[in-house]
C-alpha cells in the first residue's frame, strides 16, 4: 500500500496545543508515590523550548496524576513560559468554590477525571456534582477512556448538561472496529449532536500501527467530517507511557493534513475552536 503524502504544517499564528503535562523536576516538585515510577522528565523549561521550536503560540497543560492535586508544577510552568497558558486541574471532592475560583483567575478551565489512571471505576454521583459546581465557572470536564471504556460510562455522558472533552480519541480502539463499533458512534453521537468534543491528542498511542498511524488517522478523520467544531488536537509532551520510541512533536502537527486536509479546517483544530473552548483572547 502507497504511504500517505505527509505535508509540512506551518503553524497558524494562536494555534494551540491542547494536551501536554509538566512533571518535575522532583527536587522542586515531588512525585505522589504511587505514581513515582510512571511520571517521566518533563519540566517547564523542556515544554517551552518544543513549542518554541515547532511554532506553536498557546498551550493546555494538563495537570499529570504524577503529582496528585498539588497544581503548584503546573502553575510554576504557566508562570515561567511564553505562551499563552490555560489548565486542566485534578482536584478532591471537597475542594472549597473559593479555590476553584482563584484556579478560574489562574487560567484553569477544567477537570480532568481518568479510571484508567486514577485506578479504579469513575465515582458518577461524585462527577455529576463537580459539573454542577464548575459550571457558573465556564468550566469543562476532560474525561480519559481507555480501550473503549467509553461504554461503561454512556449514562454518565446523557446526564451531563455541561461541555466535556474526550481525551486521545475518546479511548477508540481502531483494531475493535474502527469507525464501525458501538464506542466510536457513542462519540460521534455527543461530538456531534450534543455537548461533547473529541481531542486527537496521542495518536502514537491509540494506533496499532507505525508512523504515520493511517488506522487512527481513519478515526480522526470521521471525527472531523462529522463535527469539524469540535475537534481540537495535542502532542500528549512528554507522552508518558511512550518513552524513547516517542514520535517527533513536530511530524505529529504534520499529521493534521491527513485527517483535514483544506487549510479552513486545520484553522478550526489549531486556533478557532481551542480557543472557544478555553477562552483564548
Known sequence: ????????????????????????????????????????????PQLEAMHLAIGVDRCVIVHPPG???????????????????????????????????????LGFRGVRYSPTLDGGALDKPAVLEMARRIEPLGWHLLLHFKDNAILDYADLLEALTIPFVLDHFGGVDPATGGTDQDSFRLVAKHVSGGNGWIKTSAIEKISHQSYPFEDAIEI??????????????????????????ATDDDDLLNLIPLYAPDAKTQRKILVDNPAQLYGFD
Open 220 to 245: 480522526a478523520a470521521a471525527f472531523v467530517s462529522l463535527t469539524p467544531d469540535r475537534v481540537i488536537w495535542g502532542t500528549d509532551w512528554p507522552h508518558p507511557g511512550v518513552g524513547e520510541k
Open 1 to 44: 500500500m502507497a504511504q500517505p503524502l505527509i505535508y509540512r504544517v506551518t503553524p497558524p499564528p494562536g494555534t494551540c496545543d491542547c494536551h501536554v503535562h509538566v512533571y518535575g523536576p522532583p527536587s522542586r516538585f515531588p512525585f505522589v508515590e504511587s505514581h513515582r515510577d510512571r511520571s517521566p522528565d518533563g519540566p517547564a
Open 67 to 105: 503529582h496528585g492535586t498539588d497544581l503548584a508544577v503546573t502553575i510554576d510552568a504557566m508562570d515561567s513560559g511564553d505562551r499563552d497558558y490555560r489548565a486542566i486541574a485534578l482536584v478532591e471532592p471537597a475542594i472549597s468554590d473559593q479555590r476553584l475560583e482563584e484556579l478560574h483567575r
